[in-house]
Nanobody, 114 residues
Framework: QVPLVESGGGLVQPGGSLRLSCSAS????????MAWYRQAPGKQRELVAS???????NYADSVKGRFTISRDNAEKTVYLQMNSLKPEDTAVYYC????????WGQGTQVTVSS
């Protein structure tokens, strides 16, 4: 069973919006930390946004004011609402969840281009 399943990526024009989702399988419990990372071609994976079990969120400076991370603890799902997208947001986006172990999603491609 795949631990984390992501959805919501795609192609969008500059200025557009996308919403990413990442859900944990039934075997994962007590999720302490959820986050979204991204990796552009030729670059290192970077942290985009994170949220604690209490709902405290943090963002990379490059996405502040444009992206919003949220979580549904009952559904074991984390979301990333991305608005005012820019070409430099193009990357593969990965979710990460931490319990006593760390789990990664398979990645979803986000392409921002006209």
């Amino acid at each position: 069973q795949v631990p984390l399943v992501e959805s919501g990526g795609g192609l969008v024009q500059p200025g557009g919006s996308l919403r990413l989702s990442c859900s944990a399988s039934g075997s994962i419990f007590s999720i302490l930390f959820m986050a979204w990372y991204r990796q552009a071609p030729g670059k290192q994976r970077e942290l985009v946004a994170s949220i604690t079990s209490g709902g405290s969120a943090n963002y990379a400076d490059s996405v502040k004011g444009r992206f919003t991370i949220s979580r549904d603890n009952a559904e074991k799902t984390v979301y990333l609402q991305m608005n005012s997208l820019k070409p430099e947001d193009t990357a593969v986006y990965y979710c990460k969840m931490i319990t006593g172990s760390a789990y990664w999603g398979q990645g979803t491609q986000v392409t921002v281009s006209s």
